[in-house]
């Protein structure tokens, strides 16, 4: 079975956690040691051939064909309607265990550990497993791949940033440096901004709202810190981010017939990144600082 698959792998040295939950008379008999508490005292440690002695010792003896580790919950649960006399059963099987010589050699054993030695404690009162960089390497990852996982999300993000830019471009299509050219040309401009600032803002206006419960246990679980989440964050999404603008400027730009040249076309795709990623900034601050997606 699995739990003796796990047994063997102990008896390896190997660290094995395990949860079960109402374990069968086969089951139980595997342990080679089982430690019995109730009502934060110990009521038993040792074997469980050992704690079928000791519990007929105190007079609560397991009867026969029946599951040990159900009978030994009875023993050891506080019954609603019988709550006084539960508790002085409790006592009584703690008090004989505390006298008997199982628990005398555990105390002996605790006397001779240095056990008066304060613990250390961590560094501003907490620590991590992971490095910094581990920690944002694993965030990095992790924020990546559920980029990669909705790949239509960015199909629809790149044909919108396309169809605007094509739009906007037929709208002021070849534009000369004359007074009404000069006019038509500061509102494709000024729709450059927009469209950057706007788009930018409500395609991020939600990303942590989103995440905040998952974010929020596994912070508190210390997997990583906040700045690592944050900036594993950004980073991740930052290419799609830098792509729109790239789009939206090589389609745009000569269509409306803005100023010719290599140099003259990045100048105008550095303002326009800029204000895409100032515009994206915005809305992470403003998902943030929103408790929810409503909110935000």
């Not at 994206?280 to 408790?291: E, Q």
Request: glycine share 4%; with cysteine; proline share 4%.
């Amino acid at each position: 079975s699995v739990v003796q698959v796990l047994k063997k792998l102990s008896q390896k040295g190997k660290t094995v956690i395990l949860t079960i939950h109402q374990p069968s008379s086969e089951l139980f008999e595997l342990f080679d040691k089982i430690l019995l508490m109730a009502e934060g005292r110990v009521a038993f440690l040792g074997t469980p051939s050992e704690a079928v002695d000791f519990f007929s010792y105190v007079g609560a003896q397991c009867p026969t064909n029946y599951n040990p580790a159900d009978f030994y919950v009875q023993v050891l649960a506080v019954v609603p309607a019988r709550e006084i006399e539960s508790r002085d059963r409790i006592a009584k099987i703690c008090d004989n265990f505390a006298i008997s010589k199982v628990a005398r050699d555990m105390e002996q054993l605790l006397a001779t550990k240095n056990l008066e030695k304060p613990l250390e404690q961590p560094e501003n009162g907490y620590t991590y497993k992971a490095t910094w960089f581990m920690q944002f390497r694993a965030v990095l990852w992790r924020s990546w791949l559920s980029v990669l996982k909705e790949p239509l999300l960015v199909k629809v993000r790149l044909i919108q940033t396309t169809m605007v830019a094509i739009l906007i471009g037929l709208i002021f299509l070849g534009q000369q440096l004359t007074q009404v050219g000069v006019m038509n040309i500061n509102g494709a401009i000024f729709l450059f901004l927009t469209n950057m600032t706007f788009q930018n803002v409500f395609a991020t206006i939600n990303v942590f709202t989103s995440e905040l419960p998952v974010f929020m246990r596994e912070a508190r679980s210390r997997l990583y810190r906040c700045d690592t989440y944050f900036l594993g964050k950004t980073i991740a999404e930052l290419p799609l981010f830098l792509t729109v603008p790239l789009v939206f400027t090589a389609i745009a730009y000569p269509m409306i017939g803005l100023r010719a040249g290599v140099m003259h076309f990045f100048n105008c795709l550095a303002l326009v990144t800029l204000v895409a990623n100032v515009s994206t900034s915005f809305g992470y601050l403003i998902s943030c600082a929103s408790s929810s997606t409503s909110m935000a």
